[in-house]
């Protein structure tokens, strides 16, 4: 290289960077502007109230059609697609703390996370869209027939605008007797709860959503420390996490309250398996009878199918029925179809707690041994799990006074709005009993919160 050429491009070179301070090449900072929202803004509640009217003029297909309103929602997103436990749906709640009102947005994308990431805060153009109530979930969208669809991708930045707030999601605390349609898609936390015992036994741990029998949703019962109440926590077979194991301490689950496939039972819903934080080794478990339940005996000791009978009847026979609370309900005799049997619900009682009691007459199993219980339950407009099972061998007369053994009965969930099919409860062995015993059944719960109906039919005990 020819040196004089280079001395010229070496001044060059020094004289644009004397002449060009290092600031001149650095790039001016992004800035996003709020958008400006040039409509009216209304809520979430609001929109949900509309509906709840054109549910009760026009029945369970009803929509609102949004149509030159110039009207928006603004709410923030509390649901995240990132580990794949929701797909193609945004969730947003009315507040980032103390929310009140949630809703389903469909959206035909994903991810969702990348941009609408959880605690944005979103507007919702809502001319062009429709509300609904999907699976039992009030769902806004596109009006496809008798259904909600999801918005298509082209459309999406036009009707659903991203604001430049992030915020700091406070779970609503909450307790499953809280649980509530007014509260469906909204992000709750709830204390004091465990996986059922025969989910996490530690020879036979279930995974969230991994089972050979889990199709669409694995769905796992929790239940709480404080009132036996129980729930499902569901997960998706498409999430990343569906085969971790379930864990077996207790603790808090936070996520989104939402309800089944079908609508009509509470599920819980994680964004990701960091919602749960179960770090109380000490489980809750009740203390309940633990006899081996022996194969069925020769020898009939108690037996009542409540055929042809009146609850009369059963209280001149030996049975109580007893609301310990004061109130006027108690179990009665109910039949469908040529069967009856016991029944009970506390729907319309308008008692806000009670406890009522069903105890069979004395059964007496001192000549006998390995002696077995057997019932069947069914349950339905479920919205609770009340009914429990007692046995006594030392009854005072008094259900408050007696000193009751939980049993191991299998209580069933029935669907929220309909009944479930009638399943064996046992069988559960009464072999650790003596002398003469009690069998009670107790029901507790309140109007309108936990009034879920129950049948018990068929109760039977063996011996040999």
């Given at each position: 290289?020819?040196?004089?050429?280079?001395?010229?491009?070496?001044?060059?070179?020094?004289?644009?960077?004397?002449?060009?301070?290092?600031?001149?090449?650095?790039?001016s900072p992004v800035t996003i502007d709020e958008p400006q929202i040039e409509g009216t803004l209304i809520t979430i509640d609001a929109i949900l109230g509309i509906l709840g009217q054109k549910l009760v003029e026009d029945g369970e297909n009803a929509k609102v059609v949004f149509e030159d309103t110039n009207n928006f929602i603004q709410g923030y997103v509390v649901s995240s697609d990132k580990a794949s436990n929701f797909y193609?749906?945004?969730?947003?709640?009315?507040?980032?703390?103390?929310?009140?009102?949630?809703?389903?947005?469909?959206?035909?994308?994903?991810?969702?996370?990348?941009?609408?990431?959880?605690?944005?805060?979103?507007?919702?153009?809502?001319?062009?869209?429709?509300?609904?109530?999907?699976?039992?979930?009030?769902?806004?969208?596109?009006?496809?027939?008798n259904t909600i669809g999801a918005i298509?991708?082209?459309?999406?930045?036009?009707?659903?605008?991203?604001?430049?707030?992030?915020?700091?999601?406070?779970?609503?605390?909450?307790?499953?007797?809280?649980?509530?349609?007014?509260?469906?898609?909204?992000?709750?936390?709830?204390?004091?709860i465990q996986f059922t015992k025969n989910l996490v036994l530690e020879d036979n741990t279930f995974t969230f959503a991994a089972e050979n029998y889990d199709k669409f949703d694995g769905e796992r019962i929790v239940e709480s420390c404080a009132t036996g109440r129980n729930t499902i926590?569901?997960?998706?077979?498409?999430?990343?996490?569906?085969?971790?194991?379930?864990?077996?301490?207790?603790?808090?689950?936070?996520?989104?309250?939402?309800?089944n496939f079908l609508g009509n039972t509470y599920n819980l819903v994680l964004n990701d398996p960091r919602g749960l934080v179960f770090d109380n080794e000490t489980r809750c478990d009740p203390t309940v009878l633990e006899c081996p339940a022996i194969s069925e005996g020769v020898m009939i000791l108690f037996e009542e199918d409540f055929t042809d009978l009146k609850i009369g009847d059963l209280e001149d026979s030996g049975w109580m029925n007893s609301n310990i609370t004061g109130g006027k309900l108690k179990y009665k005799i109910g039949n469908f179809g040529e069967n009856q049997y016991a029944q009970i619900t506390g729907y319309r009682s308008k008692e806000s707690f009670y406890e009522v009691w069903f105890?069979?007459?004395?059964?007496?199993?001192?000549?006998?041994?390995?002696?077995?219980?057997?019932?069947?339950?069914?349950?339905g407009y479920d919205n609770g799990n009340i009914l429990e099972v007692f046995a006594a061998d030392n009854f005072t007369g008094d259900p408050t006074t007696t000193s009751w053994t939980k049993l191991d009965a299998m209580i069933p969930?029935?669907?929220?709005?309909?009944?479930?099919?009638?399943?064996?409860?046992?069988?559960?062995?009464?072999?650790?009993?003596?002398?003469?015993?009690?069998?009670g059944f107790r029901y507790i719960g309140g109007d309108p919160r936990a009034t879920t109906r129950y049948h018990i039919d068929d109760i039977k005990i063996t011996g040999k």
């Open positions: 290289m020819n040196t004089k050429n280079f001395f010229w491009i070496l001044i060059v070179s020094c004289t644009i960077m004397a002449c060009s301070p290092e600031d001149e090449f650095k790039i193609k749906e945004l969730v947003l709640q009315d507040k980032h703390t103390n929310p009140s009102a949630g809703i389903r947005v469909l959206i035909d994308d994903n991810p969702l996370f990348t941009t609408y990431e959880f605690g944005r805060k979103v507007y919702i153009k809502l001319d062009g869209l429709s509300l609904g109530i999907e699976n039992g979930i009030p769902t806004l969208g596109i009006s496809e027939g298509p991708s082209f459309f999406i930045e036009e009707v659903v605008i991203r604001s430049t707030e992030t915020a700091a999601i406070t779970p609503l605390e909450i307790t499953i007797e809280d649980f509530t349609d007014k509260l469906v898609n909204v992000y709750i936390k709830v204390n004091n926590i569901s997960t998706s077979t498409f999430s990343d996490f569906k085969g971790l194991k379930l864990p077996s301490q207790q603790g808090s689950f936070e996520g989104i309250l939402t309800k105890i069979t007459p004395d059964i007496d199993i001192s000549t006998s041994l390995d002696e077995v219980l057997y019932f069947d339950l069914q349950a969930r029935g669907p929220l709005n309909a009944f479930g099919n009638s399943t064996p409860a046992g069988p559960i062995g009464l072999s650790c009993l003596e002398g003469t015993i009690r069998i």
